[in-house]
């Protein structure tokens, strides 16, 4: 109930009243119809009102969300443009693309973590691997595996080869355009093991046509109960969560930073919004922006030692 007064308090002060003359932008690194696009929209139309501003979705998708990601570190820093980013975006690009045109850490002020995303190591149905023990044999067994990713130097790409680096099997990487034909290959046996956002898998998991080997998740699914954990699977190191949290450009005052947390943190506490937010796949994970910005440090430190480990690296 605290909480709930002093959010709709500060909401209504009068320097609110007077900051909405223009729309608030929130640029979203990705196409429309995503997860990152479905959070944007559902937590962005019920802060909108606690804020008394509109909210303005832009999709700028492309480059490994670099497109947006630049145009959000370049716009006005008068709190009028905020991002969606995740862990590419605003962790493993500083340590994996040349020329980064921006710094995922001193280009911006941290608002609010909203959700994560478990990854899942996922193999063909009538792969002879029954379980992360007898993957790790499959590639130590003199055979080359291989493996998909919905794009080089994905999440998906970097977990996998940590992976295989960390086990010592011996495999190929196969990048795909996009988690859906990457997906598409693993159940078709074109390729051994796809590490996958558990939302792109569960259903195909569920129908018996793609086998989950580990999840990353602290504990096991209700759903899928059968399924282990990595840390159960021996291979705690996967436990890499995707996460989504907002950022504004560097140089936004700090009254505004803490508006624009309170509201979305409060949107996305609303019953109706978290329940979409599960539908599309996301597990609510809210953090303010002082946590937040630990957090994102802990998180660039753990993908420069993937980076150092796979050597993985791309052009911008």
Request: charged letters at 15%; hydrophobic letters at 45%; aromatic letters at 6%.
């Amino acid at each position: 109930m605290k909480r709930r007064l002093f959010t709709a308090a500060l909401l209504s002060a009068p320097a609110i009243a007077r900051a909405q003359t223009a729309p608030l932008r929130l640029i979203v690194p990705a196409p429309p119809g995503g997860s990152t696009d479905i959070l944007a929209r559902v937590v962005g139309e019920r802060a909108s009102t606690l804020l008394r501003q509109p909210v303005v979705v832009d999709n700028r998708g492309g480059a490994g969300g670099i497109i947006g990601t630049e145009a959000a570190a370049r716009a006005t820093p008068d709190g009028n443009t905020i991002i969606l980013g995740h862990n590419q975006t605003h962790a493993s690009n500083q340590w994996m693309t040349r020329n980064l045109p921006y710094h995922v850490v001193d280009s911006f002020s941290p608002i609010a973590r909203l959700a994560t995303v478990h990854h899942a190591t996922v193999v063909p149905a009538n792969s002879p691997a029954r379980d992360t023990a007898g993957l790790i044999e499959m590639g130590r067994g003199g055979r080359r595996v291989s493996y998909a990713s919905s794009q080089a130097g994905s999440a998906s790409h970097v977990i996998a080869e940590t992976f295989v680096r960390r086990s010592g099997m011996d495999a190929v990487h196969i990048p795909y355009r996009g988690g859906g034909p990457a997906t598409t290959d693993t159940v078709a046996g074109v390729v051994d093991f796809y590490v996958s956002t558990w939302p792109g898998v569960v259903a195909l998991v569920r129908e018996g046509q793609l086998r989950a080997l580990s999840i990353g998740a602290p504990q096991r699914l209700d759903d899928v109960p059968n399924v282990p954990t990595v840390r159960e699977a021996g291979v705690p190191f996967m436990a890499v969560d995707a996460w989504f949290g907002l950022f504004a450009p560097r140089g936004v005052e700090p009254g505004r930073i803490t508006r624009l947390s309170l509201a979305f943190l409060d949107a996305l506490s609303q019953p109706d919004v978290a329940a979409r937010a599960v539908q599309a796949g996301l597990n609510a994970a809210p953090m303010g922006p002082v946590d937040f910005a630990v957090f994102q440090l802990e998180e660039v430190r753990r993908w420069q030692e993937m980076a150092t480990l796979t050597g993985i690296m791309m052009e911008s």
